[in-house]
């Protein structure tokens, strides 16, 4: 087996040889002349001599494939890195987190949580599913719209 064969090509030869044990002791037995079998059973034949074939295979594809996984890889950190540093700097989101908090302490207030303050970070994607009574604006779309409403007006009084 060549490796200049595309994953494509690869994959390909994977999937399409899964013979049952039956069909490969029989090719295997074979013992006539190949020129009288169709090319599909003359070509199993010679794949049957291919020791580890499926291991090689497998190997290959990785082979070719791995620069491309590393990329993806780069790629997919460098974009969490970014998110990330991004989060940590946004004061927009500090605010919000912030305005979460302080709903969230006055909501436990007068509960058995009276002692709790503010959210816990699992809570957050709980946050985001919240939806109004109508089902139409989730709870952090509304919270953004209030605090734009009240910046604006805070601005317009200065």
Do not use: H
């Amino acid at each position: 087996m060549s490796p200049s064969l595309t994953p494509e090509q690869l994959i390909s030869l994977k999937y399409m040889f899964p013979l049952t044990d039956e069909e490969k002791s029989i090719l295997k037995e074979f013992n006539g002349d190949l020129d009288t079998l169709s090319y599909v059973d003359q070509f199993y034949i010679e794949l049957l001599t291919v020791p580890r074939l499926e291991r090689r295979i497998n190997f290959y594809l990785f082979k070719i494939q791995f620069n491309e996984q590393i990329e993806a890889l780069i790629e997919t950190s460098l974009f969490l890195s970014n998110a990330s540093e991004e989060l940590q700097s946004s004061q927009q989101f500090a605010k919000i987190l912030k305005w979460i908090y302080t709903i969230g302490s006055l909501l436990n207030k007068e509960t058995r949580l009276s002692d709790a303050a503010g959210f816990s970070l699992d809570s957050l994607p709980k946050i985001i599913e919240t939806k109004t009574s109508k089902g139409n604006i989730c709870f952090i779309d509304f919270l953004v719209s209030k605090i734009e409403k009240k910046e604006s007006r805070d601005i317009i009084l200065q």
